[in-house]
């Protein structure tokens, strides 16, 4: 299976603070990559796919980037509603697919 | 607008089985793949499988095979995941989540709220 690893596990930021979130995929996957937001005691919440494209609905702070084994999602100004925790996930091994661990983004 | 509504949470003592259902509404429940994700407490997110609700075949990840059936009833436009012989391992949220474009993208776009199971003797 492809290995997807996130970094940095969490990040403390503050309100209006431009914040990057990294993942590698253990071989290249082309740009079959999603970001997701989650809450506390909710379900996960699609953001970005296809590595850059924006989800309906999503507010346009948030953007992604990459292609092959190296991929970024960008907040570019936190809000108070930001701080949740974000999973990768790629899509290109289908019957394989696999999340990053996540990162957690915390108020500093 | 698209809704995907499950079962509430479960108890259930080690061995036992369990049947969480996903209820959909506000699309043609066929004309989409849904998937099942679980994820233990306080972890990360772990795709099992999906269920291709045209054709009623699953495709199950690996770790997920022998102990987990996905099913449908079309009828009602719901998906169900069963578990048998439980384990305390088995203990996790399960959401079930719509895919983006149908049966081509690989991506989530709409998620269920979740089902907790909970193994415990």
């Known amino acids: 299976d492809i290995q997807m690893t996130q970094s940095p596990s969490s990040v403390s930021a503050s309100v209006g603070d431009r914040v990057t979130i990294t993942c590698r995929a253990s071989q290249g996957i082309s740009s079959w990559l999603a970001w997701y937001q989650q809450k506390p005691g909710k379900a996960p919440k699609l953001l970005i796919y296809?590595?850059?494209s924006l989800q309906s609905g999503v507010p346009s702070r948030f953007s992604g980037s990459g292609s092959g084994t190296d991929f970024t999602l960008t907040i570019s100004s936190l809000q108070p509603e930001d701080f949740a925790t974000y999973y990768c996930?790629?899509?290109?091994?289908?019957?394989?697919?696999?999340f990053g661990g996540g990162t957690k983004v915390e108020i500093k | 607008q698209v809704q995907l509504v499950q079962s509430g949470s479960e108890l259930k003592k080690p061995g036992a089985s369990v049947k969480v259902s996903c209820k959909a509404s506000g699309y043609t429940f066929t004309s989409y793949a849904m998937n099942w994700v679980r994820q233990a407490p306080g972890q990360g997110l772990e795709w099992m499988g999906w269920i291709n609700t045209n054709t009623g075949n699953p495709t199950y990840a690996q770790g997920f095979t022998g102990r987990f059936v996905f099913s449908l009833d079309t009828s009602v436009s719901t998906a169900y995941l069963q578990i048998s012989s439980l384990k305390a391992e088995d203990t996790a949220v399960y959401y079930c989540?719509?895919?983006?474009?149908?049966?081509?993208?690989?991506?989530?776009?709409?998620w269920g709220q979740g089902t907790l199971v909970t193994v415990s003797s």
């Open positions: 296809a590595a850059s």
């Open positions: 989540a719509r895919d983006l474009e149908g049966y081509s993208s690989y991506y989530f776009d709409y």
């Open positions: 996930q790629q899509a290109n091994s289908f019957p394989a697919l696999t």
